[in-house]
């Protein structure tokens, strides 16, 4: 007998914290400096209300980006994101240590990453995903591999999927 395909249901029931990549997934990938020198990344506002409504819903949210930026950690501060590492080229040791602080482990945790760096965490987690236009060896490794490109709303297609399957989606329709 073949194994039975697992629900959206089944996979979401666990899931008690969502770690993201930020370039590739939370912006396009693209690293904009201005004639000044100064960075600026691009944020989809959607995601920004789809994290929210995941911490609203009473799980954790955390980043993980191998780059240090001071957009990112205004956008963490705007969002309310407590959980942040930044410059880490090592992904898996950092979110180790996220999962711990969160009182997570591996099997309650969903990873999104888009490129090779993501690859060591997304092997180490139960729920994999990625963004279409994410490298061909992360859509290889994903369980997950969304519609939206990163940048483009992809956390929240992710977290809106994660939600629904948990039947915690409506009530924040009811705000």
């Known amino acids: 007998m073949p194994p039975k395909l697992q ?5 979401a ?9 930020v370039d590739g997934v939370m912006t396009d990938g693209r690293i904009i400096y201005d004639s000044a020198g100064v960075e600026t990344k691009n944020f989809h506002v959607r995601d920004g209300l789809a ?14 980006t191998a780059r240090e930026s001071v957009v990112v950690s205004r ?3 705007e969002l309310g994101i407590r959980y942040v590492a930044q410059g880490r ?7 180790q240590r996220m ?7 591996p099997d309650q945790v969903c990873y999104i990453g888009d490129d090779l760096t993501d690859l060591p965490v ?11 236009d994410a490298a061909t060896d992360v859509q ?20 809106e999927r994660l939600l629904r399957a948990k039947q915690r989606w409506e009530e924040h329709l009811r705000r």
């Open 122 to 132: 997304m092997k180490h987690v139960a729920l994999a995903v990625c963004p279409a």
């Open 89 to 95: 080229e090592e992904k898996l040791p950092s979110a």
């Open 140 to 159: 290889e490794t994903a369980h997950w591999i969304l519609r939206s490109n990163g940048g483009d709303a992809a956390l929240r297609e992710l977290i």
């Open 75 to 77: 956008r963490a501060t």
């Open 51 to 64: 994290i929210k409504l995941w911490m609203l819903s009473g799980f954790h949210f955390g980043i993980l």
């Open 7 to 11: 629900t959206d249901f089944d996979v």
């Open 99 to 105: 999962m711990a602080e969160m009182g997570c482990q």
């Open 13 to 21: 029931a666990p899931i008690r914290c969502v770690l993201s990549d």
